[in-house]
């Protein structure tokens, strides 16, 4: 596949990034995955937006402004052919002298990979994923960290490494008072009594894109939302129980633990509304 890093389209081969990056050695940066569909980026606007608050709150100066990005993130799903899959975008605060200090560090990396849909396609079945409880970590307090994909992520590594070790997909994470904030890969909805119901971003959840997009699918298809703070036992009694992100979109959640968690026919709703925005913002033939 070819890379798009630091202005230059180039092979993954021949795209090379020095062993001082800030990036490598501190996590340094920040990273976003987003949607390509139809050869575009699905929901560009708030990934920049992201990004944007990625670059405010870690003062890394912006090196290629959002509809540049845009234009770098169709081309680059061209050139690799693939107007289907998913993109990368990783910025770091580029090299400098060894310490914390990034006083040095004055040209940022600006690195984006395509990769393919993950297996199997997310579009257009609803997929059903297992979850089990992360027990070895939880989410910090909230802080300035927080609205933003940063690049340190042992929180969500251990919680993936006790999901993989049981055989489940993913894990749902706590926030640090134990009540549910999201899984460790996207955030996470239940269903009770007709109302869906979503974590507030006060767990420390991350504001996903997804996230954004399901509450504004609930409204438009006048389905009552709810912010609401739920500990793990009641998650397990839900009527249903779904995840977003950007990845895969609407994802059904069929078991928590050994809890099986019926799928009713509300997640399969609100899936086809997401690929039917997923369609109407990205579609065929409409590449810049
Ligand atoms: C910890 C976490 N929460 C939520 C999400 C979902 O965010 P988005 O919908 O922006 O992809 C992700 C996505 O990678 C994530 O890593």
């Known amino acids: 596949m070819l890379t798009f890093l630091n202005g230059e389209f180039v092979s993954e081969e021949a795209a090379h990034i020095p062993i001082s990056d800030r990036g490598f050695l501190y996590g340094d940066g920040f990273f976003e995955t987003l949607r390509i569909h139809n050869g575009q980026p699905f929901r560009w606007a708030s990934h920049a937006a992201r990004m944007e608050r990625a670059h405010q709150a870690l003062r890394i100066p912006t090196a ?13 799903a061209r050139r690799n052919a693939q107007a289907e899959g998913i993109a990368r975008l990783y910025v770091t605060r580029g090299s400098g002298s060894r310490g914390y200090s990034p006083r040095d560090a004055r040209s940022p990396t600006v690195l984006v990979t395509m990769h393919p849909l993950p297996e199997p396609t997310p579009t257009p079945q609803l997929q059903q994923w297992t979850l089990i409880t992360a027990q070895s970590v939880r989410l910090p307090p909230p802080n300035p960290l927080s609205s933003f ?29 134990g009540s549910v904030a999201e899984s460790s890969s996207a955030n996470i909805f239940w269903v009770l009594d007709g109302v869906v119901h979503t974590p507030p971003l006060e767990t420390n959840a991350l504001p996903g894109v997804t996230r954004s997009l399901v509450i504004e699918l609930c409204a438009r298809t006048n389905l009552d939302l709810s912010e609401t703070r739920i500990c793990p036992e009641d998650l397990n009694r839900a009527d249903s129980v779904f995840l977003s992100l950007s990845s895969f979109g609407i994802v059904a959640v069929s078991r928590i633990g050994a809890a099986p968690i019926p799928c009713s ?10 690929l039917r925005q997923l369609e109407s913002e990205c579609p065929a033939g409409d590449t810049p």
């Not at 402004?65 to 169709?74: G, M, P």
């Not at 940063?150 to 008072?177: K, M, P, T, W, Y």
């Not at 026919?265 to 997401?274: D, I, P, S, T």
């Open 265 to 274: 026919a509300l997640v399969h709703r609100l899936h086809e509304a997401y």
């Open 149 to 177: 994909k940063h690049a340190n992520r042992l929180v969500q590594i251990l919680a993936r490494i006790e999901a993989d070790d049981q055989g489940a997909n993913d894990a749902v994470v706590l926030d640090h008072s």
């Open 64 to 76: 290629i402004d959002s509809s540049t990005f845009s234009k770098v993130l169709c081309e680059l």
